[in-house]
């Protein structure tokens, strides 16, 4: 069976510190990894997807600054920096099969809630 | 751009009673699409997808849902609804080219009454 392992599940944030995340895929391998922020009222926003290791992005978002990297082909990391103070969200990581897999869909991670204090 | 629309927030359904969530899209050429369901703090199960071919695709625990070309449509529907079945359900589309990009609709919370 093909798992996305998130760790942490659950972070207390110190106002102004940054967390770090990861996600790992056992069992298979996936082209692409993609990291998915959802706030208290449920709403999905996809926030980046990465092909090979090394690669990386950021970005910036009302609330929160990102920064993802894919480490290998079965990690992907994500840094939270910046959390506004009081903010609680979720980072929901997901496996994507790429084009042409047409018997599978896109595979999410129990996703790793962060609140700041 | 490639959305998806939900346009119930939340449906109150009576237990055994019969079930449908409005899902509405927009996607230039054939969609991709999804049902995924989250139950309370887990992370996203695929209940079913739809990939060009039969209009009416079955799911997981009873669920399906038809495809509709002409009404931009991706409705899921269950016969009979389980207590079990309380949670909140999104529609999805697959947005990218090259990598995968999931866009999803704002989600309906399924409230079951006994």
């Known amino acids: 069976v093909t798992l996305l392992e998130q760790n942490p599940r659950w972070r207390l944030v110190p106002r102004g510190q940054a967390v770090n995340l990861r996600c790992i895929l056992k069992?298979?391998?996936?082209?692409?990894m993609s990291w998915y922020q959802q706030d208290l009222q449920k709403q999905l926003q996809w926030l980046f997807t990465?092909?090979?290791?090394?690669?990386?992005?950021v970005k910036s978002l009302p609330g929160a600054d990102y920064l993802a990297t894919r480490v290998t082909d079965t990690e992907l990391r994500l840094q939270v920096a910046n959390m506004s103070q009081g903010r609680t969200l979720y980072c929901t990581c997901?496996?994507?099969?790429?084009?042409?897999?047409?018997?599978?869909?896109?595979?999410f991670g129990e996703g790793t809630r962060l609140s700041v204090l | 751009a490639q959305s998806v629309t939900q346009p119930d927030a939340r449906v109150t359904v009576s237990e055994g009673a019969s079930l449908q969530l409005r899902c509405k899209y927009s996607?230039?050429?054939?969609?991709?699409l999804f049902w995924y369901v989250q139950y309370p703090r887990q992370g996203l199960q695929l209940l079913l997808k739809?990939?060009?071919?039969?209009?009416v695709v079955q799911g997981v625990n009873g669920f399906e849902a038809e495809f509709s070309k002409s009404n931009s449509s991706f409705h899921l529907r269950k016969a009979s609804v389980h207590w079990s079945d309380w949670a909140v359900y999104f529609c999805?589309?697959?947005?990218?080219?090259?990598?995968?990009?999931?866009?999803f609709g704002s989600g309906t919370r399924l409230l079951v009454s006994p």
């Open positions: 997901s496996a994507d099969p790429g084009q042409g897999a047409d018997n599978q869909a896109p595979l």
């Open positions: 069992n298979s391998q996936y082209p692409w």
């Open positions: 990465l092909r090979s290791p090394g690669d990386k992005e």
């Open positions: 996607y230039f050429g054939t969609p991709y």
């Open positions: 739809y990939y060009p071919g039969d209009p």
């Open positions: 999805a589309v697959i947005a990218g080219t090259g990598g995968y990009k999931v866009v």
